[in-house]
């Protein structure tokens, strides 16, 4: 079975404060990507990055930076120096090699000024 | 510009009625997805279709039903069936082919539908 786990329902941090939001995964597949999606306030998901199983590497852009480690089946995504505008629900999610996406419950972060 | 148009926005439902949610797509990707999402939930899938006149089930189909008759558009039709039908329904599209599957799904701005 598939499934991605977002143990954390709500974070509230201070602007320019650095933030995590965790994501583990199960699958038994050995091809399967990875994403993370932004829903700000208006509602839409903004995709924010593709990860696929055989690539390893951190990612970073700008203020966000990517870390998935394989061995603990985890894809946590960390905002450096937070920004009001950051405030959003965060969906990590999942899929096998095929398109359909299975999400997480989301992270919900406020920041504030 | 390229993207997915949703409408309406917002809408209501009465007891007993079915409604239609649009969803149409101008970014020319064969697959469409139609996702619920409840307050404090991720994304479900309802249904999904990854070519002209064929879709699937996807986990939470009972009470819903779809058409997909052309590429640009996938509609949604919620029907009396579907008791609890109170939620925020969002579409997607995505490349389908297999140099591009499984590159990100490109979501709509969602329509919130409620009981009256």
């Known amino acids: 079975a598939q499934k991605v786990t977002q143990a954390q329902t709500e974070i509230s941090v201070v602007e320019k404060e650095d933030v995590t939001l965790d994501c583990v995964y199960e699958t038994r597949d050995t091809t399967y990507y990875l994403f993370w999606y932004k829903q700000p306030p208006s509602g839409e998901l903004v995709f924010l990055i593709r990860?696929?199983?055989?690539?390893?590497q951190n990612e970073i852009s700008g203020r966000y930076s990517w870390n998935f480690q394989k061995s603990t089946s985890s894809f946590n995504f960390t905002i450096t120096a937070s920004q009001v505008v950051d405030s959003a629900v965060y969906f990590c999610?999942?899929?096998?090699?095929?398109?359909?996406?299975?999400f997480g419950t989301g992270t919900r972060l406020q920041v504030f000024p | 510009d390229g993207g997915i148009t949703q409408s309406p926005k917002y809408l209501f439902r009465k007891e007993g009625q079915n409604v239609t949610l649009s969803c149409e797509q101008n970014l020319n990707h064969d697959a469409m997805y139609w996702y619920r999402q409840d307050p404090g939930q991720g994304l479900r899938l309802i249904y999904y279709s990854q070519i002209v006149n064929d879709f699937q089930k996807g986990d939470i189909a009972e009470g819903y039903s779809v058409s997909r008759e052309k590429k640009e558009s996938f509609p949604l039709t919620v029907t009396s069936a579907q008791k609890n039908p109170t939620a925020f329904y969002l579409c997607a599209s995505g490349p389908q082919d297999r140099i591009t599957r499984n590159q990100p799904q490109h979501f709509g701005d969602g329509t919130r539908l409620s009981i009256l």
């Open positions: 999610a999942l899929s096998r090699n095929t398109d359909k996406l299975i």
């Open positions: 990860r696929n199983s055989f690539d390893e």
